[in-house]
């Protein structure tokens, strides 16, 4: 049975490991992992600079997963840093940009996560609310530490999100920041206390962004759909995927 190829950006930060310590091109596993329990064969995409770069990357894929990280760099959107705003990473915010660029000319199917729909948003024009606690006077979009917060989130009727996973469901979240904005994409998803938490591009491409973790889940319709999407995408453009 065939696997469509789905791209996975990467963080690039210090590591230790063994007896190095060295930059290293990094992502959680379970992106990954989730990739393949879905059927889809992962690729992992560090930043990378020089132009056309991302074109030749997209021409090979089938998927781009646009993950989460950082926080993205305020001045893409002209905002002043927040106080609580920190580690952005221009040359990661750049390579995504430039991937999301050639995959809309390509038409690829892609998924945002978390960092993934605030640089998708800014990308397209949009803003982003800093420090959503500002906003809902709670912290349980992103509890501390490496711990995830569990929200109730419901999803717009009739919308893609929604044949995916259903009128709600449970996630699992870490993000302090939200996004304000988001021109040409359609809100689609909310938490009770009204953050928006997805938004898909209208019409038949496949191109939708969460601000939770669907590669921490059980559940992982989110990437289901997409490797669906990757699927009937390599079968139209009559390119085999790998085996």
Partial sequence: MSAPVIGLTTYREPAAWGVWQQPADLLPAQYADAVTATGGLPVLLP???GTGAADA???RLDGLVVTGGADVDPARYGAEPH???????PDRDAWEAA?????AAARLPVLGVCRGMQLMAVHAGGELDQHTPDLVGHDEHSPGGDEFGTLEVSTEPGSRLAALVGTSLEVSCHHHQS???HPGFTA???ATDGTLEAMELPGDRFCLAVQWHPETATDVG???GLVRAASSYSTARGRPTSA
């Fill in 47 to 49: 930043p990378v600079a």
């Fill in 99 to 103: 991937l999301l660029d050639a995959a």
């Fill in 57 to 59: 990357v997209v021409a």
């Fill in 188 to 190: 689609v998803a909310r």
């Fill in 179 to 181: 996004v304000r904005t």
């Fill in 222 to 224: 989110l990437l289901a």
């Fill in 83 to 89: 106080p609580r705003t920190a580690g952005w990473r």
